[in-house]
């Protein structure tokens, strides 16, 4: 159920007397409309508009001011690349080039606005590069060729808004590792309200060939010639599965090779100490260590790659197996790959291939480690290193392997009679107490040459004696059916004879047996059948004294048995088989609208953990704090809970209406402060007149109407003291405008639980703060057995959230049992119930909440048939539906939203038993109910689908007592029940 002011009973109890004596002061005053004369108005905030001018002011002060001239450049690049040459790796696949525009600018800025800073500006990106271009525009100089159709690639890119200044135009091309193989940069000089051209050229190859960049600014072109790096094209290694021993270990990787060329002869200005002529007949290189540009005749560095491993690797260079610390390699290196790893030469083999070398694993390193390989190639310049790096993956020897495995294990034992295995999660590779573990091995393993005795063998798994001395010694084997002593021994070899065995029918084994005659001890139990053919009893049989006895003591309460529905399909409790135990309840933690709240609170979370049911449908369950209460509570009897945490904002997942169509969400607040119902008073005004007479009033008796009398941090204590003291003053909210409403319907739900001074702060400001409990829903399952596709459907909801909480129970049986735990919409039938929501139908009043409720009912029908499928699944909740029973005049059951229920059992089931008695589930004599109790009804309902009614063995009214002793505010005392609902129970039998 669910209501206002307290939006969650079905007629919020003392709500209604309320609410009904303010309507009677209505009729008599004739005050529909009547002004809150009383009420000083609301002071306003000016703050809004003063921000807004303020906003605008500054964005066009941005804009306004002189502009100043500004340059722009035209980028045009040219990127080919050229066709490679016989046994030359192929070109690269330039995809986008970088480039870096760099005006340095100076103090008289281009905005022209006497800034005191430079106008430097930098620009950074990468160009696109596009397939297929035309031959560029104007000349390339003769010793570089002219580009063809096809050979490369073009780029164009405009660039505005530059400050008028010098620039820098710089441009980096990158191959697929993302190494820089060819860059050109240019100085230009931007001129205002002028467009500079800027033609740039590169050629782009791998560094065996030497590129050379060109730059043309207004049709004068300048050259700088750029060195070509040499180029490390690969670093690899074979195999990575361990080989036999090589360094006396396990191997991750058995040959490897490194490739690398240096592709401009070592000719470059700018990496290597070297310079270039340019002649007609092309390029004239020599090494220019001391750059005075003159070939003294030096020559030129070695190109080489040293390999280097780090940590726990041992690196061989030749294949003599001999660690070296490195590899070195000179001049162009094309290492060769075959399919097999070359042998080493100390193993026999041809050694490495060119450029090859060997890697393995350091015995001493970490088992299961990473080693790393460094490959750097230089010609003799930094800048121009090359680098490489290979990961391997050690294999090494585990623990067990280190320490010998079962062998020493079993060695270390010292034993026959102790088997020892190697542990390896807790060997240390070398003591046999961190590594070995031991069991004892079989009895009867002969040990004879581990002790003094002639004979020994193994038993516990340690090596006895068996050697006897006289007759005595042999009556050892603990036998009653043997005689004492059993035998005799033979001093010869020190064994006992074979032993005698007593007739049948000796008492043996401390009486509860009798010997066979054959030396073996029967217990008396064996062939008597204690079954009383119930399997929620225990089949016991006492074998002393000679005499078995049974007993059929009860089974553990929970105990999986077969309730009619096969295997699984019930539980044993007390003895008897029983099926799936489902209940409903309805708690009424709704704040200070239900009475006694805060006793029931302390008594409830113990009372919900003991109840008997499998799984447990709550509701109004409103706050987190009373979840997580019962959650701590109940959870060693239902290890499974749903629940879930909604807010004002959580969004339906079906919003439509009657009609398929979704409403517009609102977007006023409830309480406007700029809405006025009568000149010098808005709504606002009027909600904070009725918090001030709360707030500040008292009942006949001087009772306050406040926890805190006159302050905002107070709350209301009782719905009694407001009907006394504040009718005239919320009066204008319930008979007024459909705005007016939403405000009224703002403080109603909010009054529970919320201080003044909150809702005065919400209501004006928050679009849909009408929901109570800040927007949170109220329903929880707990349940015995495993929970899964745990489901919180939001639907529409006036004045509370409603949600369809699932999931899938995991039933013993084997069959998943789908629940849905639900509360409906109430039908407020009273003139102070104005419905204020979007669902009812264009209805208003009790026709619209019926109209919401109706709708409710047919979304979860279509959710249930959904989600189930042919799937078993019980319907539980407080529906706020029922129907009318008078067979007993002192008994009398009211209906309650007939069309409803007549909608949800048109498609489900009703899971009562046939000979259960209706009964009320929101009664007159509840004295939780409040003094509004004139109507009783049975609401709380539990519903089947995809199963029979006969499936239903038993059903009860649960939480009906009462379990408290309250105060009466009379001095007095009164026995009270634990909510202002009862419970439903049914037991259904799952197939």
């Known amino acids: 159920m669910g209501g206002v002011v307290c939006p969650v009973a079905r007629r919020p109890p003392q709500a209604r007397v309320f609410f009904a004596l303010l309507v009677m002061q209505l009729v008599a005053c004739c005050a ?56 030359v790796p192929a070109p690269v696949d330039i995809q986008d080039v970088e480039y870096t525009i760099n005006c340095l600018g100076n103090s008289d800025t281009f905005l022209d606005n006497n800034a005191s800073f430079p106008d430097e500006v930098q620009i950074n990106g990468n160009l696109e590069v596009q397939d297929g271009r035309t031959d560029p525009q104007g000349p390339i100089p003769p010793e570089f060729g002219t580009p063809r159709p096809g050979d490369g690639a073009e780029i164009w890119q405009a660039f505005m808004d530059l400050p008028p200044g010098d620039c820098t135009v710089q441009l980096r091309a990158r191959d697929n590792d993302g190494e820089v193989i060819c860059t ?57 599965a361990p080989q036999p021993p090589f360094f006396g270990v396990p191997i991750a990787a058995t040959s490897c090779e490194v490739r690398f060329r240096d592709g401009d002869s070592t000719c470059g200005e700018g990496c290597d100490p070297q310079s270039c002529n340019v002649v007609p007949e092309g390029l004239v290189c020599f090494y220019d260590p001391n750059g005075d540009n003159i070939d003294d005749g030096d020559p030129p560095p070695v190109v080489e790659t040293t390999i280097t491993c780090g940590a726990n ?101 010292s034993t026959v009679c102790q088997a020892g295995t190697c542990n390896e999660a807790t060997c240390d590779g070398a003591s046999a107490a961190a590594c070995c573990d031991y069991v004892a091995a079989a009895d009867g393993i002969d040990c004879s040459s581990e002790i003094p005795e002639p004979n020994g063998e193994c038993q516990g798994g340690v090596c006895v004696s068996t050697s006897c001395t006289d007759d005595a010694s042999c009556d050892t084997d603990g036998n009653d059916c043997t005689f004492a002593p059993p035998g005799t021994c033979d001093l010869g070899s ?92 309805n708690l009424a933690l709704a704040g200070a609208f239900i009475p006694y709240e805060q006793e029931r609170r302390q008594s409830l979370p113990a009372a919900i953990a003991a109840t008997q049911s499998d799984i447990l449908c709550l509701q109004e369950v409103w706050s987190q704090a009373d979840k997580d209460a019962i959650r701590a509570a109940a959870l060693p009897s239902f290890p499974y809970i749903a629940s879930f945490l909604n807010d004002l904002d959580t969004p339906l997942d079906d919003a439509t209406d009657q009609n398929g169509l979704v409403p517009p969400a609102p977007t006023t607040v409830p309480c406007p402060d700029d809405v006025e119902v009568i000149p010098g008073t808005t709504i606002a005004d009027q909600m904070n007149a009725a918090i001030d007479c709360v707030r500040d009033g008292s009942d006949s008796q001087g009772n306050p109407c406040s926890t805190i009398p006159g302050s905002d941090d107070g709350r209301t204590t009782s719905t009694a003291c407001a009907a006394e003291a504040c009718t005239v003053e919320v009066a204008g ?14 403080l109603a739900t909010q009054l529970p639980t919320d201080t003044f001074g909150t809702i005065r702060g919400r209501c004006p400001t928050v679009v849909n703060q009408e929901l109570a409990f800040q927007g949170q829903n109220g329903v929880m399952i707990l349940s015995r057995y495993p929970l899964n596709n745990v489901v919180n459907w939001v639907i529409p909801g006036t004045w509370n959230r409603r949600v369809i909480l699932s999931a899938t129970a995991e039933h013993p049986s084997g069959t998943d049992v789908d629940v849905f735990c639900n509360h409906l919409t109430p039908i407020f039938d009273d003139l102070v119930f104005p419905y204020t929501g979007q669902y009812g139908a264009g209805l208003t009043y009790a026709a619209g909440w019926e109209a919401e409720q109706f709708l409710q009912a047919q979304k979860l029908i279509a959710h249930v048939q959904s989600v189930s499928g042919s799937r078993p699944a019980v319907i539980l909740g407080d529906l706020n539906t029922g129907r009318g029973y008078f067979d007993d005049p002192g008994n009398a059951i009211f209906p309650e939203g007939e069309p409803t229920l007549d909608l949800l059992e048109s498609v489900f089931t009703p899971a009562y038993a046939a000979d259960y008695t209706p009964a009320c589930t929101f009664c007159q004599e509840n004295p939780v109910a409040g003094i509004e109790r004139e109507a009783t009804v049975w609401i709380d309902h539990i519903h089947m689908y995809n199963l029979p009614a006969t499936a239903v063995t038993a059903t009860e009214r649960t939480f009906d007592q009462n379990v408290l002793t309250v105060p009466d505010g009379t001095g007095g005392t009164i026995d009270i029940p634990l909510s202002d609902h009862y419970g439903m129970r049914s037991v259904i039998v799952v197939p």
């Open 494 to 585: 020190s064994l006992c004879d074979p032993l005698a065995d007593r007739p049948p029918g000796f008492s043996c084994n401390g009486d509860t047996g009798t010997c066979d005659g054959g030396g073996t001890c029967i217990d008396n139990c064996t062939s008597v059948d204690c079954s009383d053919g119930n399997e929620c009893t225990q089949d016991l049989c006492d074998p002393t004294g000679g005499l078995a006895t049974c007993s059929n003591p009860d089974e553990v309460d929970g105990t999986s048995c077969d309730a009619g529905g096969g295997p699984g399909s019930g539980t044993c409790q007390s003895g008897a088989c029983i099926g799936l135990r489902v209940e409903t309840f």
């Open 184 to 240: 050109a940069q240019e100085d230009v000089t931007i001129a205002a309200d002028t467009t500079v051209k800027v033609n740039l050229v590169l050629i782009c190859q791998v560094s065996y060939q030497a590129p050379v960049g060109m730059l043309d600014v207004d049709a004068t072109f300048s050259f700088v010639v750029g060195n070509f790096c040499p180029d490390l094209f690969q670093l690899n290694c074979l195999d990575s």
């Open 32 to 87: 529909v409309n009547f002004p809150v004369e009383d009420l000083k108005p609301m002071s306003k905030t000016r703050f809004a508009p003063w921000l807004v001018f303020a906003c605008v002011g500054t964005l066009v002060g941005c804009a306004s001011g002189d502009q100043a001239d500004a340059g722009n450049t035209e980028l045009n690049v040219i990127v080919p690349n050229n066709e490679s040459s016989p046994g």
């Open 313 to 413: 690797a041992l690196l061989d260079c030749e294949g003599d197996l001999v660690p070296d610390a490195s590899c070195t390699y000179s001049g162009d290196t094309l290492g060769i790959v075959g399919d097999q790893p070359p042998v080493p030469v100390a193993v026999g083999g041809p050694g490495p291939n060119a450029g090859g070398f060997y890697v393995a694993c350091d015995p001493a390193g970490v088992p299961g480690a990473t080693i790393t390989c460094t490959a750097v190639t230089t010609d003799g310049d930094n800048d121009c290193d090359k680098t490489k790096v290979l990961s391997i993956d050690c294999p090494g020897l585990s623990p067990c392997q280190n320490f010998g495995d079962d062998a020493a294990c079993q060695a270390a034992a």
């Open 733 to 746: 909210l319930i008979l007024g405008t459909g705005q007016q409403q939403r405000c009224y319907a703002c």
